[in-house]
């Protein structure tokens, strides 16, 4: 494994575990024709309830993270705030 998987790993990590903090479920799966990967976050039964914030989301990158910053991106987007903070 060389720096950058790890330094990859370790923002995966990261995102993933302030996805699990703010209640949200992540779903990530590979399109392998494409070469590409898709993410969809939604609200688990522990997130909090707001009317402003969208219940999922989606996303798509040429790798499982990007996907899934593009999913984040797009839920705080739909939101009109920022419900899940990655920097």
């Known amino acids: 494994m060389t720096y950058t998987d790890e330094r990859v790993a370790a923002e995966m990590g990261r995102v993933l575990l302030a996805l699990y903090r703010a209640g949200m ?3 990530v799966w590979p399109d392998p024709l494409n070469g590409r990967a898709g993410a969809r976050i939604v ?3 522990s997130a909090k309830r707001r009317r402003a914030a969208p219940r999922s989301s989606s996303g798509s990158g040429d790798s499982p993270l990007q996907a899934i910053y593009a999913a984040v991106e797009r839920m705080n987007e739909r939101a009109g705030a920022i419900v899940v ?3």
């Open 85 to 87: 903070a990655i920097d």
């Open 25 to 27: 479920v992540v779903r």
């Open 43 to 45: 609200a688990g039964p």
